[in-house]
């Protein structure tokens, strides 16, 4: 259990469900009731998927393409620190107009809550603790995105668009921490590799 809870902690962070519910609220302003509804199961279908198939067919592709665990390790911290630093000296998370009917697809589900952070951070985890952990903290992030957007409107009515923001950028600050513990740990196992 301990370990996935370890699993889960650094997803919760790459998904930051939170610091995405403006946008989700920006992209279906206007939209039905029961439209809404329908793009966060689409979301959440389309997030979870993806996840799940890059963490069953990622190692393979890694292994085919001579990627050891070390250096996948120091590309992906590399990789999560460069968009833990772009969300916090930004601000903004991109966003590009959407089309209404795969909203829930792309770019709710695919990039915002399951994008290059979190397939990054999937990998990394199922080399420490198994596919089958990382798989289900991944399912649980994404389930927990989707009650957030559920509930998006009373959220921001009671963080406050600042509060949202702040509690975004404290996510990143961690993503970014995680990311330096990557490359450190990345490194290490390189020169210990290379020493054998």
Do not use: H
Not at 18 to 46: C, D, H
Not at 56 to 85: C, H, N, Q, R, W
Not at 134 to 151: D, H, K, M, Q, S
């Amino acid at each position: 259990m301990n370990e996935f809870w370890l699993a889960f902690v650094p997803l919760f962070v790459a998904v930051d469900a939170i610091g995405v519910v403006p946008i989700f609220l920006s992209l279906t302003e206007g939209l039905e009731t029961q439209r809404v509804r329908a793009v966060i199961v689409q979301s959440v279908i389309t997030a979870a998927s993806v996840a799940v198939a890059f963490l069953a067919f990622g190692p393979a592709l890694l292994s085919f393409l001579g990627i050891t665990v070390p250096d996948f390790m120091i590309a992906g911290g590399l990789l999560l620190l460069a968009i833990s630093l772009s969300d916090l000296l930004t601000g903004e998370k991109k966003q590009r107009e959407p089309d209404p009917e795969s909203l829930g697809a792309v770019p709710i589900g695919i990039p915002l809550i399951t994008g290059p952070a979190v397939l990054t951070t999937c990998i990394l985890l199922a080399n420490t603790y198994g596919k089958t952990i990382t798989a289900g903290a991944a399912v649980i992030n994404v389930a927990l995105a989707g009650v957030l957007f559920w509930f998006a409107g009373p959220i921001t009515r009671l963080l406050g668009r600042t509060g949202t923001k702040t509690i975004s950028k404290v996510a990143s600050l961690f993503l970014a921490a995680i990311a330096v513990m990557l490359v450190r740990r990345g490194i290490f196992e390189a020169i210990v590799a290379a020493g054998r």
